[in-house]
């Protein structure tokens, strides 16, 4: 069983409202990521961070932010959401080596 | 750019026959590869991982082959189950070093295992 835990798991908000997705890991892993899917389309990379201090862009352009003060807290925030940011966001994190990325449940986000 | 293509379409198959899903990347060569389970609403769950070195891997009933040559990877599900019934995801490594542990995920395909 993963210890990496996303809150909240849905989250209904109307337009813009500033929101924060919560991800922890209890596992001391360095490298944490942020994944957006659509329903039915690939995962995109669209944050990741090295370890504390170290955030960095992925490879989807997202008006999100992240922050990483802590090794076990890796937070995802939106100041002003809107409609296109709908989307389910997978938090991931993974140990030192070539090793298996272990995903939370996901925040399924509806922006109205 | 980097690309992986899965079926798109459904496997459909009866229960105790071997599923085999197919995952075809262009334009990169990835140290390894990835294979994931993910059930709708929920974040995947690791299965298998495969080196650039490696031809072939297997766990319990589950086998990947991976051909850098052919750059392919194929997953089989041997005496599935309706219980296997889920979306899998190939996921090479994005960079050939395999450091940053940065994957790119294909759209997945779905697998339907009937009684």
């Known amino acids: 069983e993963a210890d990496i835990y996303q809150t909240p798991r849905y989250l209904v908000i109307g337009t813009g409202k500033k929101i924060t997705l919560e991800c922890s890991q209890t596992?001391?892993?360095?490298?944490m990521y942020w994944y957006q899917q659509d329903p039915g389309m690939e995962l995109h990379l669209i944050h990741y961070?090295?370890?504390?201090?170290?955030?960095e862009k992925g490879d989807l352009s997202s008006e999100s932010t992240v922050s990483r003060i802590r090794t076990e807290h890796f937070p995802l925030t939106l100041e002003s959401a809107r409609p296109s940011h709908t989307s389910q966001y997978l938090c991931?994190?993974?140990?030192?080596?070539?090793?298996?990325?272990?995903f939370g449940e996901g925040s399924r986000l509806t922006v109205l | 750019s980097q690309k992986i293509e899965q079926n798109s379409e459904a496997l459909n198959i009866q229960e105790g026959k071997t599923a085999t899903l197919t995952c075809n990347y262009t334009?990169?060569?990835?140290?390894?590869l990835q294979w994931y389970r993910q059930d709708p609403g929920r974040g995947p769950v690791f299965l298998l991982l495969?080196?650039?070195?490696?031809k072939e891997k297997r766990k319990e009933r589950l086998k990947v082959t991976f051909d850098t040559t052919l750059k392919q990877s194929l997953f089989h599900i041997t005496a599935s189950q309706p219980a296997d019934s889920a979306t899998y995801l190939c996921?090479?490594?994005?960079?050939?070093?395999?450091?940053?542990?940065?994957?790119?995920f294909g759209q997945g395909t779905t697998l339907q295992v009937k009684p």
């Open positions: 991931a994190s993974k140990g030192q080596g070539t090793g298996e990325l272990f």
């Open positions: 596992m001391g892993h360095d490298k």
């Open positions: 961070s090295y370890g504390v201090n170290s955030t």
């Open positions: 334009n990169y060569s990835p140290a390894y």
């Open positions: 495969i080196r650039e070195n490696e």
């Open positions: 996921a090479p490594s994005k960079d050939g070093s395999g450091n940053t542990g940065k994957l790119i």
